[in-house]
């Protein structure tokens, strides 16, 4: 197997003129971010201005209306809100390190684009985010986020003008200014060695999560880890600590859509097929004649039609699991948590509380479940108005 | 290194443009426009003005290699409904019609989705003679060139200013029809001004490949060629044209400027 693939999903599926920047980057993991120097100004980075580690808080109420031991990892207590930061602070860095001025990166939501934002501005590096046009429109807050932060923000009004669009129109810039700009990529997509990178970036939430499990129940290993899917990077951040150990179940959580039949949804390794897209092999939503297809999910940061390779290659192997929530299946539990635990979480994350509280007895009573929380609600304020009122409508 | 044991019609015609004391013109247009029918009769028309290869695109949803022109007329392409297996119907309904040799260029994903094997010999049958797939850089072609060559298909190579010397020979290894150099280090698009290196890293392509070199990206006009006139042998324009077709002219006038 090629060092650039997970099993048969991965490699380097990009123009010749990206090549080099992708071996100058290999070169810079295996020189600066492997150093001593990197890991010491990245953890400092981590813990003073992201606020890590984060919480691991054992959900009292919906562990006794479930019968299991809820615990969830609480990335939305990080600044900016959520775990895009983990990664952006490290390639930020990196970037730095490199001695590439700019940075620039693809947002769906606008989660991963603030994040970056973050990372440039308090790094002083020039930044640029490509944005679907349509996701400019119905995300406006974050862009004006961004652009307080001195972020350049440019709508793509190619293609579907969401996400993936955005991904193209980056990977273009980066063609032409590869001597001075570092791709700060959101998820763990894209060519080898990003969803390694991000993967790498991300794992200290699955890290803390396993010591902070060890001290505060004094067992050695949780029953399940459970993540929403959409690159995947929240997942991979919590999963790839468990991989090797047999005995915990590793589920991961994807966006059904509406669920009726024939809806988009964004349930790439669920209902896709292999293809190749954004540079790697993976499993994607695409046609008989590979075209790729439109994505959907009430939470913008699922809303994309492809996925990770490691986790594609997670469930070849059948070494994970990935199930799919709905719409409404998530609002539900978004309701749920704010009710009765008191926190707001990302539509996001919430695909991950539904898949838990809807499939109880997937699990056997006590059993100790970790949940990432990947990012808090506020972002979603907007969107949780519209289906309260078509709730009460109909 | 060896050469192949087969010639390669692309090859072929290159050198006799070559041999008539000038560069081999490669037009591109993306299958399905202007439009579905107007399309076949655009690429007759190349044939017969003066295409010495011609180039027909694959639309595919998401070009991460192409500059807006080209992207927006895939984009159309693909809303006719036009599909590589439609394509190759096409051809093979006017094989024999055309005299120029065909190269397909598309992006990865929808030969994949077709499946390699069953592209090839349907290619084949209908008359296509090689690919240019911009997103397959030589770390991911060795199942489809094996495929490629054991039906007699050319795989062209994309170079470019920042290919290393070391990069240019493993291409130059076991490239067939032609290598085609990359005049910018961006997306496709026509261009006022190449950049001042290309003229020396194409001295060095030229002195690494054993078949022809062809420049493409940004190219409008037989001007911008002098500086470079030693180092290739043909030439590839895509955007220019389209904005020349949009403009409501004719490709035969495209074709004369060349002349
Ligand atoms: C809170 C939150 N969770 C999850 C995701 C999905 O991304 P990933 O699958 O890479 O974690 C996003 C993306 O924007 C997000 O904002």
């Known amino acids: 197997m090629k060092k650039s693939y997970f099993g048969d999903f991965g490699g380097q599926f990009v123009p010749e003129l990206l090549m080099p920047p992708l071996f100058e980057l290999e070169k810079a993991i295996a020189e600066i971010v492997h150093g001593p120097e990197f890991q010491r100004r990245f953890a400092e980075l981590l813990a003073d201005y992201v606020g890590r580690p984060s919480p691991l808080y054992r959900c009292p ?92 923000v440019v709508a793509v009004h190619t293609g579907t003008k969401t996400l993936k669009d955005a991904t193209n129109q980056a990977f273009k810039d980066w063609i032409a200014n590869q001597r001075t700009t570092h791709y700060c990529i959101g998820s763990v997509v894209g060519p080898h060695p990003f969803p390694t990178l991000v993967r790498d970036f991300q794992s200290v939430i699955g890290r803390e999560a396993r010591s902070q499990f060890a001290a505060k129940t004094g067992g050695d290993l949780p029953a399940a880890v459970v993540a929403c ?42 209902k896709g097929t292999p293809g190749i897209l954004h540079g790697a092999k993976t499993q994607l939503l695409q046609d008989a004649d590979g075209q790729i297809e439109p994505s959907h999910s009430i939470a913008a940061g699922l809303d994309y039609p492809g996925t990770g390779p490691e986790h594609a290659a997670l469930k070849a192997s059948g070494r994970a699991t990935y199930v799919c929530v709905n719409d409404a299946q998530a609002f539900a539990a978004f309701k749920i948590l704010c009710r009765r635990e008191g926190i707001i979480p990302a539509l996001e994350s919430s695909h991950a509380v539904a898949y838990v509280l809807d499939n109880v007895s997937a699990f056997a009573p006590g059993d100790h479940v970790i949940i990432n929380l990947s990012g808090r609600g506020d972002k979603d304020l907007d969107i949780v108005e519209q289906l309260l009122k078509a709730e009460q409508k109909g | 290194m060896h050469a192949p044991a087969r010639t390669s ?108 094997e069953r592209f090839a010999a349907d290619a084949v049958a209908a008359g296509v003679s090689g690919c240019i797939i911009p997103d397959l850089p030589m770390e991911e072609s060795d199942e489809i060139k094996t495929i490629f060559k054991a039906n007699g298909l050319d795989l062209i190579p994309l170079v470019g200013l920042n290919t290393s010397v070391e990069r240019l020979r493993a291409y130059a290894s076991d490239a067939s029809g032609f290598a085609y150099f990359v005049s910018v ?16 890293k194409l001295k060095v392509a030229k002195g690494i490949f054993t078949v022809p070199l062809a420049l493409g990206f940004g190219i409008k006009s037989p001007d911008q060629l002098a500086a470079f006139a030693e180092s290739i042998d043909a030439v590839i324009f895509g955007s220019a044209l389209i904005r020349h077709l949009r403009e409501g002219k004719s490709a035969a006038s495209f074709m004369q400027r060349w002349k």
Not at chain 1, 78 to 99: C, D, E, S
Not at chain 2, 194 to 200: G, N
């Open chain 2, 9 to 116: 019609a692309i090859e072929t015609a290159i050198r006799k443009a070559n041999a008539a004391g000038r560069k081999a013109l490669i037009p591109y247009l993306p299958c399905g426009f202007p439009d579905v029918t107007a399309f076949w009769t655009e690429i007759e028309s190349l044939d017969k003005n003066g295409a010495d290869v011609i180039e027909i695109g694959v639309p595919f949803s998401d070009p991460a290699a192409d500059g807006p022109v080209i992207e927006a007329a895939s984009q159309e392409c693909l809303e006719r409904g036009v599909t590589l297996a439609k394509i190759l119907e096409g051809l093979k309904a006017r094989k024999g019609a055309i005299s120029a040799p065909i190269v397909l260029m598309g992006y990865l994903n929808p030969f994949h989705q077709y499946g390699f």
């Open chain 1, 61 to 152: 109420n919906l562990s006794a209306d479930t019968g299991l031991n809820i615990w969830l990892k609480r990335e939305d207590l990080n600044h900016t809100g959520a775990h895009k930061i983990n990664n952006t602070m490290g390639q930020a860095l990196l970037a730095r390190m490199m001695g590439k001025p700019r940075i620039i990166a693809e947002t769906g939501a606008g989660q991963h684009g603030v994040a970056t934002a973050t990372a440039a501005a308090m790094m002083g590096l020039e930044c640029v985010v490509y944005m679907g046009a349509v996701d400019v429109a119905r995300q406006a807050h974050n862009v004006r986020r961004m652009e307080l932060l001195g972020t350049t």
């Open chain 2, 185 to 200: 280090l961006g997306t496709t698009g026509d261009r006022e001004v190449l950049p001042e290196e290309v003229s020396a």
């Open chain 1, 229 to 270: 899917v959409g690159g995947g990077s929240n997942a991979m951040g919590l999963f790839h600590e468990f991989v090797p150990h047999a005995s915990v179940r590793i589920i991961g959580v994807e966006a059904a859509g509406s669920g009726e039949p024939g809806c988009y949804h964004s349930a790439s390794l669920c």
